[in-house]
């Protein structure tokens, strides 16, 4: 077989490993009420539980990072994927609320793994090619997403109870997942402390700078998912059905936006289309602060969503490039702040919202995403761009990925 067809391959299993885990997150935080209902959770524990699965996933991100020192990050994804597919099954399925404990506690460390390892595997896969790919991937997770909340929409809709909403998809995707996984393809540069500065004390001092970009992407995720609905309802006076579609917004435009965003990034660089993204998202948040009605209200939302979708993904490749002798480790590390940008944003909101008003809360995301332009340069410059004359041939390739691995 070869490199081209190995790669073509990996590429496609890999993005069918984000489609999944976008649909299995969709399934789980859309029918959080009706979890909150079937094991009688109160409005006072259910942030204990909701909580929980963040700092488990932040946990297992750190774990993941030393495992991969000694198995590859293939072998990460492929067990990890299995677990959160059957822990989602596993919270639909349980009576007691120690059965749900138990399957969000088992959700979360898998998802920190399976997190961390899909970015690890996009990473040296984008290396490989030598051409922005990252985004296409993450294009991969918001469709998947958007699946996700439409099945778990028919299942509110016609009433299931969560195990019915949830069999199909796993029995679906289960099967799929486990024979996508035998097209896995590692790189082998990203896993030592060779080739590149290392991630030691000296090294993670380099990194922070995309930790605090991607905690503050994370942040304004959240803000979306979190509060868009009830923003709209109760601040912009939206109807209740109304209210259910920013979200939906924000997800068809994050796909759009990501489908399309590697060939910005071939054309004018990373560090420019994290720029753009940046801007048209902060643009996006004063539009919903300033909204005097609900169609305007969408319309900052939609910005949102074109603005937010480029920033993760090019923060992930970005750690890739910075330690291209430890791209693993570095990956790992940065997920992290997924997970603390998830914890912070919606309390955060919701807490200056009650304090204040829902709309001065909007602007506090705005400037902690604005915090991303202060850190462009940390997205590189010529060597991030790739495509049209900074796009290699398959010969000249860096990273024999899967074979015997050249240094970077």
Not at 27 to 34: E, F
Not at 165 to 180: E, K, N, Q
Not at 305 to 311: K, S
Request: net charge positive.
């Amino acid at each position: 077989m070869t490199d081209d067809v190995r790669l073509r391959r990996g590429r496609g299993a890999l993005g069918l490993s984000f489609f999944v885990q976008g649909v299995a997150f969709a399934l789980l935080v859309t029918r959080i009420p009706a979890i909150q209902d079937r094991y009688g959770i109160s409005d006072g524990l259910l942030p204990a539980f909701l909580a929980a699965v963040p700092v488990l996933a932040g946990a297992s991100s750190v774990a993941t990072e030393h495992l991969v020192k000694r198995v590859p990050p293939s072998v990460v994804l492929r067990w990890a994927q299995p677990l959160v597919l059957l822990s989602l099954l596993g919270v639909g399925a349980g009576g007691q609320m120690w059965h749900v404990a138990v399957a969000l506690g088992a959700f979360g460390l898998s998802v920190g793994a399976l997190d961390a390892s899909m970015n690890m595997l996009g990473v040296s896969l984008q290396r490989a090619y030598g051409r922005s790919i990252m985004l296409g991937f993450h294009a991969a997770y918001s469709l998947g997403g958007i699946l996700g909340a439409s099945a778990a929409w028919a299942g509110a809709h016609w009433e299931l109870n969560l195990f019915v909403s949830y069999l199909p998809a796993v029995v679906v995707l289960l099967p799929l997942a486990l024979l996508g996984s035998r097209r896995y393809v590692d790189g082998t540069a990203g896993r030592g402390e060779t080739g590149g500065q290392g991630t030691g004390a000296g090294g993670f001092k380099l990194l922070l700078p995309l930790c605090l970009v991607m905690a503050c992407a994370y942040i304004g995720d959240s803000t979306v998912a979190n509060w868009s609905a009830k923003y709209l309802q109760d601040v912009l006076g939206s109807s209740e059905q109304m209210a259910t579609v920013p979200y939906n917004v924000y997800m068809v435009t994050t796909l759009v936006g990501r489908a399309v965003g590697d060939l910005g990034v071939r054309r004018f660089g990373a560090a420019a289309v994290v720029r753009a993204g940046t801007l048209v998202a902060a643009a996006g948040f004063a539009v919903v602060a300033a909204a005097p009605g609900a169609w305007v209200g969408m319309l900052g939302f939609t910005l949102l969503g074109i603005g937010l979708c480029v920033i993760v993904p090019q923060t992930f490749a970005a750690a890739g490039r910075l330690f291209p002798g430890a791209s693993d480790t570095a990956v790992a590390r940065l997920n992290i702040f997924n997970y603390v940008g998830f914890l912070i944003g919606s309390p955060l909101v919701g807490a200056i919202g009650d304090a204040w008003s829902y709309r001065g809360a909007m602007l506090v995301p705005m400037a902690l995403v604005l915090v991303t332009l202060f850190q462009a340069r940390s997205f590189g410059s010529e060597g991030a761009r790739y495509g049209v004359r900074h796009e290699r041939r398959a010969g000249d390739r860096a990273v024999d990925v899967g074979r015997g691995g050249n240094e970077v």
